[in-house]
């Protein structure tokens, strides 16, 4: 069983066991939905709070109730008798799955699918039946639809939920799910089942093209579980996947975790070091009061960074803010570990190698030329941009500069960035006279820019995003907003929830659940826990997508009741990129969820975000959007255009970054490891690469412990670059001369989003690009979108 950014989907039709006592069964239509809101405007419920708590009072109020309830047994006798009023317009369960109103109901949601994925699992393996051969491939598309629903909504759940309760079931619920699917891995009667149906002409000839994508799919999950193995070596893996899996999420608990709260430093150096007094009022002192101790965490630090002209005192607050706990390097160390020897017992020679079957990139070699190819033409423009930095540093230094590109590299470390960009950035304000301008996100509110990203989809693919007031318990948070992406042929293909604001215990980084998948009813299915179901012209009922955004944008205060979320142009970037990711879901649809929206290989799955981060740097989109919340007047282009110089500062710098932490992927999983099991030292292996790569080097710091994507990516964190680099000349061919162009979305929705996972990225990409060479997806393919500078 696949699991990629996995759906929360529906129970097989036939299974009638595990549904909750009580719960009527049911479809929700779309259009069934009260909405009452039709002149609504995404502007208005976004950027109007007090309109929007009005409309949302009933939410409001619930949360209210909850978070006033002294005990759990309040919560859940209240939430237990809302449950059963369903019907009568109460709680109709998180994103309208009736299970959802509490964390008993998510256990019980979970141990339902759960025996229904059991007794699935028990028909395909006794139904040997001409029929049952026939639709095998669509019962195991879903037997892991069943459990995918599940992880899918825990690890949304555990990641965004503010109840703590919700977290912890959602927590044990996918531990419990992720462990039947590594069994279903490695079981035998379902792999020569799969492998019958798909070497059987006779059976092969009734299958469509779908079918038999998503049958050789899974049949590759099923040889990378090691299925063709002795029953030891099956039972090794389930044991290793289950120890990777509980190690990787600890890891990704402690990557905001610094090394120590703060660190020391001699008050007199600190002193004498042009650290502005207000500053140094807010440090605290030692015991012996002749040391300050500088946190590591919050602004503080920082602004210390940019002030300090001591080198010294630079790189060791530069080094405390980058490094973790020894602990957590030992976490690091045990995931690759365990990923190496995962990989060993499988036949291959490293995790990479494992990793990379399926994906664009093939092999580790492929990625390395990819990579290689991107340093070398990015380096010497990463060297160009750091030269105003080396000659600052020598004047200061009373040393002659150099033009030397590599004595430049080796003479700017990481931690002289901050303060020499912060130094010539006050000298050229002084020297010019220039006076701040009023700030660019007073031009894009968070409404006007879902307004303008609305205009762009409408323009280019015909959809509309068209705000909805959620009902009673179907979003986890009062101020999360409901939006139906609306097709001008279809109706609505799906639903986004928006949780953008930040609040109160919300660490989670900018994100894109795919909740639930798009994919096509199966026969006679009748499930309560289908969320919504659309229909479309031709009248076949499909599941629509449901994916939740989750940001963590500010608002401004502008009355005593009144406030609004202003974006910079980087928070547009970002909301741009993860709606990318949402329109894939939503115009991916296909037959079956396994590879429905994007659910494909993970170094093709950026490309339609990245695409979207090129129309949130274009100054004619942002021209489109960018009106003063107060005023009503255009943005000036004066003002867009420096600040749109201003983000491209040391972007090479930016670049030949995240080439550094994709080599760094590689090499942690790649073949060293298993031959220095007994000896890994990961630190050691990233700062030795610092020192070869050689841009902005930090050889001080174990940063490394901090990455977070080196479980999640797993060997595949090139993909970004990748993308970025695909992206690049998409945009090029298709929107570089009109962003809203119709004829260019139409190409990129019927070449690529439309596809999902069912068609090869590498014939997508050869379609779009009109480059017949790039169809082998080989070396000189990789090379090729290696050498795009343009990133």
Known sequence: MRHLTIPVISKPQFILKGLSKGVQ??????????????????KRIFDDNILWKDLNKQNYQYNDKLSNSDTYKDRFLSTISDFSKERNGKNVGLFNNPYLTDPKGLKEFSKASLNNARALTELMKTDASKEGLKNYIVNLDKLSDTLCRVIDLCEFIRSAHPDERFVKAAQLCHEQMFEFMNVLNTDVKLYDRLKKVLTDETILGTLSKEEIKVGGILLEDFEKSGICMTSEIRDKFISLSQDISLIGQDFINNTGVARETYTIVNAKELESCNIPVFILDKLKRDLTGKHYKIPTYGAIPFAILRAATSEKIREQIWTSLHSCPDDQITRLTHLIKLRSIL????????????????KMAKTPQGVKNFIGSLVESTRPLAANELQFISDMKCEEMHT???????????????????????????????????????????????????????????????????????????????????????????????????DLF?????????????????????????????????????????????????????????????????L???????????????????????????ISGTRCPTDFVELPSILMEHFARDPRVLRNIGIHYITGKTIPEELLVKHLEDNKFLQNCETFAQAKMAMLDQELHGANIIQNINTVNVVKIYQDLERQMGV??????????????????????????????????????????????????????????????????????????????????????????????DL
């Open 696 to 789: 902005l080097v930090d050889d001080k710091s174990n940063w490394c412990g901090r990455f977070g994507h080196l479980y999640g990516y797993g060997a595949t964190y090139y993909s970004y670059l990748l993308d970025r680099a695909i992206a690049s000349k998409v945009w090029e061919k298709l929107f570089s001369k009109d962003p809203y162009s119709r004829v260019g979305g139409a190409q990129f929705r019927d070449k690529v989003l439309k596809w999902g996972g069912l068609k090869d990225p590498w014939a997508c990409i050869t379609d779009v690009l009109e480059q017949p060479t790039l169809i082998k997806g080989d070396s000189e393919a990789m090379k090729y979108f290696g050498n795009t500078q």
């Open 568 to 594: 910079q142009l980087n928070e547009i970037e970002t909301l741009f990129h993860e709606m990318g990711h949402a329109i894939h879901s939503m115009l991916g649809r296909t037959r079956l969820q396994n």
């Open 343 to 358: 990989a060993n017992l499988m036949g291959k020679s490293s995790f990479a190698e494992y990793q990379l079957d399926g």
């Open 25 to 42: 069964t049911r479809w929700i239509s779309i259009s069934h939905i009260k909405q009452n809101n039709s002149e609504l405007s995404l």
């Open 400 to 498: 002659q500069p150099s033009r030397d590109p590599h004595n430049v590299l080796d003479n700017v470390r990481p931690w002289d960035r901050d303060y020499f960009s912060w130094l010539s950035k006050q000298n050229i304000t002084k020297t010019e006279g220039i006076v701040e301008d009023e700030p660019i996100s007073t031009y894009f509110t968070l409404g006007g820019v879902l307004e303008g990203l609305s205009e762009i989809f409408r323009s280019a693919y015909g959809l509309e995003l068209k705000p909805v007031v959620p009902q009673l318990g179907e979003t986890w948070s009062a101020e999360v907003r409901r939006i139906n992406v609306v097709s001008e042929t279809d109706g609505t293909v799906g639903v986004i929830y928006c």
């Open 502 to 566: 930040e609040r109160i215990g919300k660490t989670q980084n900018p994100a894109h659940f795919t909740v639930c998948c798009s994919r096509q009813t199966y026969a006679k299915e009748n499930d309560e826990s289908i969320m919504q179901i659309g229909v479309d012209p031709k009248g076949v009922r499909y599941q629509l997508p449901i994916i939740s955004l989750v940001c963590n944008f500010s608002k401004t205060s502008i009355s005593s009741d009144k406030n609004i979320c202003l």
